[in-house]
């Protein structure tokens, strides 16, 4: 365990992983989450900057919620993420969906996921008829 200062309000805390924020800022973002999700449920077709405008987050935050697959941009003329791998237009996360695919398949193979290793059967193992000789 590791003692940090939030980014968020400079208090020290035990950080243990992920964003250096301190448990009571996480349940802040948190709830302005929930708050940003309910005004994009309530109104359709907002932008970006309305968003931020209308809830007070900044609009690094809302791109965050984005690359994290929080939330997902549904225009495509405005979706301006664009895939870490090949470039790609994203409406959420950090890759599209055939690079997600081939990084998965590539971390399986290097992990010996993908590959079913096959026994070699003994002939012993192996089921057979028996005849019983009387």
């Known amino acids: 365990m590791e003692v940090r200062a939030c980014s968020g309000c400079r208090r020290l805390f035990n950080y243990l992983a992920g964003e250096v924020l301190c448990p009571e800022c996480k349940k802040k973002q948190e709830t302005k989450f929930q708050e940003v999700r309910n005004y994009i449920d309530e109104h359709e077709n907002v932008t970006m900057k309305q968003v931020s405008e209308d809830c007070e987050v900044t609009m690094s935050q809302i791109e965050n919620w984005i690359r994290e ?66």
Do not use: W
């Open 69 to 134: 697959e929080r939330l997902h941009v549904e225009d495509e003329e405005n979706a301006y993420f664009y895939c870490e791998n090949c470039g790609k237009t994203v409406h959420s996360g950090r890759y599209c969906s055939m690079c997600k695919r081939q990084l998965l398949n590539e971390l399986g193979d290097a992990l010996g996921m993908n590959k079913v290793q096959k026994r070699k059967k003994r002939k012993k193992d192996t089921p057979r008829m028996r005849f019983i000789r009387r």
